[in-house]
């Protein structure tokens, strides 16, 4: 997609936020409490469901019962050729950055308890 070299990074070094566009502001909460806890670069990319791309995940399978949810991503196979294939092995991984998510995810579902499950998904 050329369009999105304009607002993302080329360097493959950042996790991305993917959802459709009425999930906006729950993006937009994850992202923040995310971007607080690691040095790790977060973006988020909301868009139409039709957009390639955008259920490419188990969140999909949410969205067909009304609960709000996202995609936590590298970008999978759009920076990846290797993703999925044979040649997709553990020590091409970047255990380092994988961390970070983990610790950023964390703190997301932290910050989401603690500020209110019910205020967030009330929304929805």
Known sequence: MP???LF???????ISLVSRLDQREIVRTIKKS????????????N??????????SDH????????PALMVTDTAFYRNTAYH?????????????????VVGVYEAVIDFLEHGEKSHTERY
């Open 85 to 101: 294939g044979f040649t997709d092995t553990a020590d091409k991984l970047d255990y380092g950055r994988m961390a970070q998510v």
């Open 3 to 5: 369009l999105l070299n």
């Open 60 to 67: 999909k399978s949410y969205w067909k019962y009304g609960w």
């Open 34 to 45: 995310m971007k607080g806890a690691t040095a790790l670069p977060v973006y988020s990319f």
């Open 8 to 14: 993302y990074p080329r360097t493959g070094n950042f």
């Open 47 to 56: 868009a139409p469901a039709s957009v390639p791309g955008i259920d490419f």
